[in-house]
């Protein structure tokens, strides 16, 4: 493998493996994450670590820190308000563009989504489920087939998971209400009305909006 080649593998490996632990949750916001533990954790040198800690401060993620190291950015209350902003505007138009215009491949993934959510709600595996709502939502925004809308949508989606987390956490009901909600705007795809997609869509935007506000 050429060394550049070499490089960025372990870049991108850097990026993925910080980026998992700090949507996931497992490093929340305000935790200082030290250089020293990121080389013992991914066994690699600073270069790629700090290239990775370079994408993830351009995302607003991670804050770096003169002391060697990075902190995980807390999400505030403006901040998730912004995002629910840009997802409103972003899904709203993927629902309106789509709607009786996706192939049998597009609803067989969204089908199988679903499917697994119910699964992951039964089991009570809320982390599961929130990577399965995610993907859900992306595929819908994916298939406008716009590489822009789909890179910002997966940024918007990493800062969302840090702060909705918790509200399926705290109201463990509302997932049954989720994915009822994710069932009615798969069907409304399938049809013909993009208004009542839209509709659907931005209800259910907004429901989560109001319950963690």
């Known amino acids: 493998m050429p060394i550049q ?3 960025q593998t372990l870049k991108e490996r850097a990026f993925e493996t910080i980026r998992e632990r700090i949507v996931s949750g497992e490093w929340p916001g305000g935790t200082f994450i ?3 533990m ?19 401060e351009m995302m607003g993620l991670v804050k770096q820190s003169p002391n ?4 995980v950015q807390e999400i505030s209350l403006k901040n998730i308000l912004d995002l629910y902003e840009l997802r409103l505007v ?26 697994r959510q119910e699964r992951m709600i039964q089991a009570g595996d809320i982390a599961a489920y929130v990577r ?35 509200t399926f956490v705290k109201n463990k009901e509302r997932l049954w209400g989720s ?26 935007i907004e429901y ?6």
């Open 5 to 7: 080649q070499a490089h």
């Open 34 to 36: 030290p250089e020293r």
């Open 38 to 56: 990121l080389k013992e954790l991914l066994q690699m040198s600073n270069t790629p670590i700090r290239a990775a800690l370079d994408r993830l």
């Open 68 to 71: 060697q190291g990075a902190i």
């Open 90 to 115: 972003l899904e709203t138009y993927a629902a309106r563009k789509l709607t009786g215009r996706m192939d049998r491949a597009f609803f067989d993934e969204l089908d199988d989504n679903l499917k």
């Open 132 to 166: 399965l709502d995610r993907e859900f939502h992306e595929r819908i925004v994916r298939g406008l087939d716009n590489m822009e809308y789909t890179e910002t949508m997966a940024r918007l989606q990493d800062k969302f998971l840090m702060a909705v987390r918790t």
């Open 179 to 204: 994915i009822e909600e994710h069932r009615q705007i798969r069907e409304a795809l399938a049809g013909t009305d993009p208004h009542l997609t839209e509709r659907l869509v931005e209800r259910h």
């Open 208 to 213: 989560v909006k109001t319950i963690m506000l």
